[in-house]
C-alpha cells in the first residue's frame, strides 16, 4: 500500500513570499489532516477534511494560511505571506475514520525554512 | 495550553538499557496514542490504548494506560539503536474529537 506522499520535501523562501504544499493521502482514506510541527513541539493540527469538506479549521490561522481539497483526494496548503514564525516541518495524514481512531498516517512533511 | 506533558525531554542511553518515559495530563482521555518519529520522517503509530489500566506490548516496548485514563507509560527493554527517535503520545478528550499531540520525548539510543 503506498503511503501518504508529500511534496516537497524541503523548502527556503524569504519572509512575505508565498509558498504551497502538496499531499495525496493514502487511497480509500476520507479523512485527510494538515499538521504544523514546530522543531521541539508535537504537530499541531490546521485543518482536517473530510472528502472535500473541512471538518476542523479552527487552530489554521486564516489570514495568511488557506488549504483546499476540491475533488476529495489530494490536497495543497498555502502560506501567503510567510511570517519568519512559519519556520516548521508541514505534515499531512490521512485516516479511515474521522477522528482517527485506528491512527493516523502520516507523510514524511515538507520542511520549510522561512529567512 | 499543553494538554499533554511528556517527561523527561530528552533521554539518551546506551544500547542494552531499559527505560520508561512518560505522557501525563490533568485531563482525562477517552483514548490515548503513542507514535515514534525518525527524523526526517512522519510519526508512525505504535499502539492505541482505550481502557484504564491497559497494558499492551509490541516486541520490546510495554504500553500502559493509567486507571484514570490521565496517563501512560512507554516501557522498552533493552534498548538498541533502532530505538532511537522522537515518542510522541495523543490523546483524544472525548469519544469523537481529535487527538491532541504531546511535546514528545527525544531518545537517544548508544551503540
Known sequence: ???????????????????????????GHATLYWYQQILGQGPKLLIQFQNNGVV??????????????????????KIQPAKLEDSAVYLCA??????????????SGTRLTVV | TQL??????FLS??????????CNS?????????????PGEGPVLLVTVVTGGEVKKLKRLTFQFGDARKDSSL?????????????LCAGAPYYGQNFVFGPGTRLSVLP
Open chain 2, 4 to 9: 499533554l506533558e511528556q517527561s523527561p525531554q
Open chain 2, 75 to 87: 516501557h522498552i527493554t533493552a534498548a538498541q539503536p533502532g530505538d532511537t527517535g522522537l515518542y
Open chain 2, 13 to 22: 542511553i546506551q544500547e542494552g538499557e531499559n527505560l520508561t518515559v512518560y
Open chain 1, 1 to 27: 500500500e503506498a503511503g501518504v506522499a508529500q511534496s516537497p520535501r524541503y523548502k527556503i523562501i524569504e519572509k512575505r513570499q508565498s509558498v504551497a504544499f502538496w499531499c495525496n493521502p493514502i487511497s
Open chain 1, 56 to 77: 476542523d479549521d479552527s487552530q489554521l490561522p486564516k489570514d495568511r494560511f488557506s488549504a483546499e481539497r476540491l475533488k476529495g483526494v489530494d490536497s495543497t496548503l
Open chain 1, 94 to 107: 490521512s485516516s479511515l475514520g474521522v477522528r482517527g481512531a485506528r491512527g493516523y498516517t502520516f507523510g
Open chain 2, 26 to 38: 490533568s485531563s482525562v482521555f477517552s483514548s490515548l496514542q503513542w507514535y515514534r518519529q525518525e
